[in-house]
């Protein structure tokens, strides 16, 4: 039974950086892409950046691109979230999420396609 954990999530100010990581047990990661999606309050749960399973292929929310990097590094099983100059409106709980895929899979971002999720970080960028 494949399990989530992200750390990394905290409290900084607008400009910022944080590095998200979601550790992957239980199964073997290499059989799964992984999205980083974010919901924030009264807002609907949002696909922010998801990598395919053997790291070839990124989506980028369009408001991250430039400023947030997906990476994994299987042998650690761990895929990270690094986010670079934060603004006040990335403010929310940061979920990963994990979804089988075949090598022929093509990538989604699309909160619906994964099964698999952490329980969040919080992730609040104030003055």
């Known amino acids: 039974q494949v399990q989530l954990a992200e750390s990394g999530g905290g409290l900084v100010q607008p400009g910022g950086s944080l590095r998200l990581s979601c550790l992957v047990s239980?199964?073997?990661?290499?059989?799964?892409?992984i999205g980083w999606f974010r919901q924030a309050p009264g807002k609907e749960r949002e696909g922010v950046s998801c990598i395919s399973r053997g790291g070839g292929s990124s989506y980028y929310e369009d408001s991250v691109k430039g400023r947030f990097t997906i990476s994994r590094d299987n042998g650690r099983k761990t895929v990270y979230l690094q986010m670079d100059r934060l603004e006040p409106e990335d403010t929310a709980v940061y979920y990963c999420?994990?979804?089988?895929?075949?090598?022929?899979?093509?990538?989604?971002?699309?909160?619906?396609?994964?099964?698999?999720w952490g329980q969040g970080t919080q992730v609040t960028i104030s003055s």
């Open positions: 999420a994990a979804r089988r895929t075949i090598l022929t899979t093509p990538l989604s971002c699309a909160s619906s396609d994964y099964d698999i």
């Open positions: 239980g199964y073997t990661i290499q059989y799964y892409a």
